[in-house]
């Protein structure tokens, strides 16, 4: 079936710093992919919309200029984490949209100390 | 907004039914998803409606009314294991975006 590889699972990083998280569709071509976060004991968040060859779509009150979201192909999205604070400590997780359904990323951990 | 509405969390006995409602914004309405989600995991697919009524899967059932903008989930015959985060989630025509509601945290007690 259709995979989404999303690396790193699990990231720590120093207060200031950028962190990027790779979302990859291994099997597939993911035109769309979508980005969310959900912190402990709360449900998935949209945080943007990711087309491939265009600009991404951010939803009301996400920061375009701290979370970076580039989809350079059909396989590839990533979300760059800048100048990184402990409140983004949360987990992120990406989704691709297919014909089927959606696949998900297995989610990354960031914890920014 | 969209307004997916969900129970916080419900307590089940192992081996009975739980049902557990999900209601949503009717307007660009495209399909309705229930995923099951245990800490720190991706979601897993449980069902999809997007016509009305009932779409049985073993042990779990999804229902749908468009109309009323009205969605649960059953779970029969409860087993530890289903002790797990519950989401209903909505595809809106905006492009497609799936929308979670805030979850329901499920748990089977013996």
């Known amino acids: 079936g259709a995979v989404v590889s999303q690396h790193p699972s699990r990231v720590i990083c120093k207060s200031g710093t950028s962190v990027k998280i790779e979302c990859r569709s291994l099997d597939f071509q993911a035109t769309t992919m979508f980005w969310y976060r959900q912190f402990p004991k709360k449900s998935l968040m949209l945080m943007a919309t990711s087309n491939e060859g265009s600009k991404a779509t951010y939803e009301q009150g996400v920061e375009k200029d701290k979370f970076l979201i580039n989809h350079a192909s059909l396989t590839l999205s990533t979300l760059t984490v800048t100048s990184a604070h402990p409140e983004d400590s949360s987990f992120y997780i990406c989704?691709?949209?297919?014909?089927?359904?959606?696949?998900f990323g297995s989610g990354t951990r960031l914890t920014v100390v | 907004g969209q307004n997916i509405d969900q129970p916080t969390e419900m307590t089940a006995t192992e081996g009975a039914i739980v049902q557990i409602n999900c209601t949503y914004q009717t307007s660009g309405f495209n399909g309705l998803f229930w995923y099951q989600q245990h800490a720190g995991e991706a979601p897993t697919f449980l069902s999809y409606?997007?016509?009305?009524g009932l779409e049985e899967k073993g042990r779990f059932s999804s229902f749908l009314s468009r109309s009323k903008g009205y969605s649960y989930l059953l779970l029969k015959e409860l087993q530890m294991k289903d002790s797990a985060s519950y989401l209903c989630a909505v595809i809106y025509n905006q492009g497609g975006k799936l929308i979670f509601g805030q979850g329901t945290e499920l748990s089977v007690k013996p």
């Open positions: 409606n997007v016509l009305d």
């Open positions: 989704s691709a949209r297919r014909q089927a359904g959606y696949t």
